[in-house]
C-alpha cells in the first residue's frame, strides 16, 4: 500500500504573551522576547527557526505592551534612510533579513494569561483546519538543522502529532511537562502518556517537553472546554493528553544545546554561546572571559 502522505506544515503559532516574571524587572517595559542575544532579539533566532523550516505563516500570539513585536518585524523608514545615507549597508542588510514578507505575520491577542493552552487556542481562526507548529520563544535550540526542521522531518515519516523532547536534571522534571515514554526507534519515542509539572518525585521519566509541537488542528475542539489544570492554568499538554486517546503522538529527542532563554542563567549562557561562535567577537571574548576567570 503506498505511504500516506502527511498534509504539508505550512503555519506556525509563536506564543508572545508570557509577562517575563522571571526576567524582571528588565522586562517591565520591553517584550522579554525582544532582548537581545549578542546583536538581535531571542524572537529572531525563533523566527529564523521557524523559516528554516519551510513555515510560511506566523501567527504570534500577543498581550499589552508587546507591540514592539509587531513593530520590530515592519520597516524603521527614517532609521534604514540615516543607514543608507551614511553608507552602512552591512547593517542595513542584517536589518533586512528580519523584516517579514508581504502577508507572512499576522497578530491576535490572549486578552488574560490563561496559559499556554488558552494562547495557542487563540491562534485556532488563523491556522484553521491545517496542521500546524508551535515554538515557544522562550527556548533557543541551537541545532544544525534546527529543532523544527528535524521535528519536521520526522513528520514526514510519521505524520500525526509530535513533540520535542529533552532530558532534564530528575530534580527540575516537576518545571516541566513530562512524557512517560513507550519504546524509542533512534531519537523517536513513542510514548504511554504525558504529565504537566509533576509533582516533585513523581515524574513518569526525565524526558521533558522542550517547547517546539507540530499539531494537528483537532487540538483547537478539545482546548475550546478545557479546563484549567498546573498552576491554576490551561495547559497545552492536558490537550494533547486528550487528543493522544483519539491520535499518534511521538516524542522527538533534539540534537543541538536548548538555551532557555526566559531565566537569568539560561539567558546568560545564550549569550555566550552564540557570542562565542561568532568570527567578529569570539576572540575578544575569550580573552575577556579569562581575565574575568583569572586564568
Ligand atoms: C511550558 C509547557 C511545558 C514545557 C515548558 C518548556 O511551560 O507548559 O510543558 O515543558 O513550557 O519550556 P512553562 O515554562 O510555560 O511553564
Redesign the pocket.
Known amino acids: 500500500m503506498p505511504r500516506l502522505i502527511p498534509p504539508r506544515l505550512r503555519k506556525a503559532v509563536l506564543p508572545v504573551a508570557?509577562l517575563g516574571t522571571r526576567v524582571l524587572p528588565g522586562t517591565k517595559t520591553t517584550p522579554k522576547e525582544l532582548l537581545n542575544v549578542v546583536d538581535r532579539p531571542i524572537l529572531s533566532y525563533i523566527v529564523e527557526e521557524a523559516r528554516e523550516a519551510g513555515i510560511e505563516h506566523i501567527v504570534f500570539v500577543t498581550g499589552r505592551s508587546k507591540g514592539a513585536i509587531e513593530d520590530y518585524f515592519d520597516h524603521q523608514i527614517e532609521l534604514e534612510a540615516q543607514l543608507l545615507a551614511k553608507g552602512k549597508t552591512d547593517i542595513l542588510e542584517m536589518m533586512n533579513a528580519e523584516l517579514a514578507s508581504a502577508g507572512e505575520m499576522s497578530f491576535t491577542r490572549q486578552m488574560q494569561p490563561k496559559?499556554?493552552g488558552h494562547a495557542v487556542w487563540c491562534a485556532r481562526d488563523i491556522i484553521g483546519r491545517e496542521p500546524f507548529a508551535v515554538l515557544?520563544p522562550?527556548?533557543i535550540v541551537d541545532g544544525q538543522p534546527g529543532a523544527l526542521k528535524q521535528l519536521l522531518d520526522a513528520y514526514a515519516d510519521v505524520g500525526g502529532n509530535l513533540i520535542g523532547v529533552e532530558a532534564v536534571p530528575e530534580n527540575e522534571t516537576h518545571?516541566?511537562?513530562?512524557v512517560d515514554p513507550a519504546g524509542r526507534d533512534g531519537r523517536r519515542i513513542t510514548m504511554k502518556g504525558m504529565v504537566?509539572?509533576p509533582a516533585k518525585g513523581t515524574a513518569p521519566s526525565n524526558l521533558?517537553?522542550?517547547?517546539r509541537y507540530i499539531l494537528q488542528p483537532e487540538i483547537f475542539k478539545i482546548l475550546e472546554t478545557q479546563e484549567r489544570g498546573?498552576?491554576g492554568e490551561i495547559?497545552?499538554?492536558d490537550g494533547m493528553i486528550k487528543l493522544a486517546k483519539s491520535q499518534t503522538f511521538y516524542g522527538v529527542e533534539f540534537e543541538g544545546e536548548r538555551h532557555?532563554c526566559?531565566s537569568k542563567p539560561g539567558f546568560l549562557r545564550a549569550n555566550i554561546a552564540f557570542g562565542l561562535q561568532r568570527p567578529d567577537l569570539s576572540e575578544g571574548l575569550r580573552a575577556e572571559m579569562k581575565r574575568y576567570l583569572g586564568e
Open positions: 508570557g496559559g499556554l515557544l522562550d527556548v518545571k516541566y511537562g513530562i504537566e509539572k521533558s517537553i522542550s517547547g498546573a498552576g495547559q497545552l499538554t532557555d526566559g
